[in-house]
């Protein structure tokens, strides 16, 4: 049976909470009139387990159940540390 969850990439922005990260995912668009291309950005509160992960990762996460109020994403994986 497929997994058919929600996957976003993005980068970690604010991790000082317990158990949580802030993740902000951009994305790109065309404005139907002028044909402008628009950067977006969408924050989502995130659960992190491990809670080791620091601002400005790059990490995919993944559509969960809800586990808070504001949290319904999970991180499934980092792909890439800071620097």
């Known amino acids: 049976m497929p997994n058919n969850r929600k996957r ?5 922005i604010r991790n000082k909470m317990e158990k949580t990260v802030v993740v902000e995912v951009t994305r790109t668009t065309r404005h139907p009139l002028y044909k402008k291309v628009i950067r977006k950005s969408k924050k989502y ?4 387990e491990s809670n ?24 499934e994986e980092v792909l890439e540390m800071p620097k």
């Open 45 to 48: 509160m995130v659960h992190d």
């Open 8 to 12: 976003l990439v993005g980068r970690v």
């Open 52 to 75: 080791q992960i620091p601002v400005g990762a790059l990490v995919r996460i993944v559509e969960s159940r809800p586990i808070s109020k504001t949290k319904r994403w999970a991180v």
